[in-house]
């Protein structure tokens, strides 16, 4: 009963601040969506937060393996691009950007929650990280744009996106950027070519 009840919290935490936002997420609001005594999210969990970051803890998982298959098999940018768009539509459709967001927000007023936010950013970075060096690494656009400064990059512009989608209801100019990178990626081709020799000359150089 215990664990039904715990998962009853995280899913109905889930749908509040989806829906209702992190300024609506309070105990009670999220007991009635699960049917429980408001009391339990305290027993549980300890309070609120810890409730919201558990439910975004789910989501992050269920959306990393998603995301793992995506680029799975990626070889190219263009590949790379097709598949963050893929998840893109995916995550906004399913709300995941949302809850992510709506925390980062909170965290403007509540500075305890920063490092929390932190914390859960990281593995998205290295996850997109360790692609990105398997795709273009020991490249002229590698060095040119190192892996963890593009992962950074591709972070910051995914959680902006997001908020943008506020202004942008019908997504046509978000989608006009991706549409940007899809006609880009081909044409940086020559700079994610690995060429034969080149590691052996610069250690010659060195």
Do not use: C
């Given at each position: 009963?215990?664990?039904?009840?715990k998962?009853?919290?995280?899913?109905?935490?889930?749908?509040?601040?989806?829906?209702?936002?992190?300024?609506?997420?309070?105990?009670?609001?999220?007991?009635?969506?699960?049917?429980?005594?408001?009391?339990?999210?305290?027993?549980?969990?300890?309070?609120?937060?810890?409730?919201?970051?558990?439910?975004?803890?789910?989501?992050?998982?269920?959306?990393?393996?998603?995301?793992?298959?995506?680029?799975?098999?990626?070889?190219?940018?263009?590949?790379?691009?097709?598949?963050?768009?893929?998840?893109?539509?995916?995550?906004?459709?399913?709300?995941?950007?949302?809850?992510?967001?709506?925390?980062?927000?909170?965290?403007?007023?509540?500075?305890?929650?920063?490092?929390?936010?932190?914390?859960r950013?990281?593995p998205?970075?290295?996850?997109?990280?360790?692609?990105?060096?398997?795709?273009?690494?020991?490249?002229?656009?590698?060095?040119l744009?190192p892996p963890?400064?593009?992962?950074?990059?591709?972070i910051?512009f995914?959680?902006?996106?997001?908020?943008?989608?506020?202004?942008?209801?019908?997504r046509?100019?978000?989608?006009?950027?991706?549409?940007?990178?899809?006609?880009?990626?081909?044409?940086?081709?020559?700079?994610?070519?690995?060429?034969?020799?080149l590691?052996?000359?610069?250690r010659?150089?060195?």
């Open positions: 009963m215990t664990v039904d009840t998962e009853r919290l995280i899913r109905a935490a889930d749908t509040v601040l989806r829906t209702q936002g992190y300024a609506k997420s309070s105990a009670r609001t999220i007991a009635k969506e699960a049917g429980v005594n408001s009391a339990l999210v305290f027993y549980h969990f300890g309070g609120v937060d810890p409730l919201l970051f558990a439910a975004l803890d789910r989501s992050s998982a269920e959306r990393m393996e998603l995301l793992a298959e995506a680029v799975a098999g990626a070889r190219t940018l263009e590949d790379l691009v097709d598949a963050g768009t893929r998840v893109y539509r995916s995550d906004i459709e399913a709300g995941h950007l949302t809850l992510f967001s709506e925390l980062v927000a909170a965290a403007v007023a509540k500075p305890e929650l920063r490092e929390e936010i932190r914390v950013a990281e998205w970075i290295a996850f997109v990280e360790q692609t990105l060096e398997r795709v273009i690494g020991g490249t002229p656009l590698a060095r744009t963890r400064d593009l992962a950074n990059a591709a910051t995914y959680l902006g996106v997001n908020l943008f989608t506020v202004l942008d209801s019908d046509s100019r978000t989608e006009s950027v991706f549409a940007m990178a899809r006609r880009l990626a081909p044409r940086a081709r020559l700079l994610t070519r690995r060429l034969p020799g590691g052996a000359k610069r010659a150089h060195d």
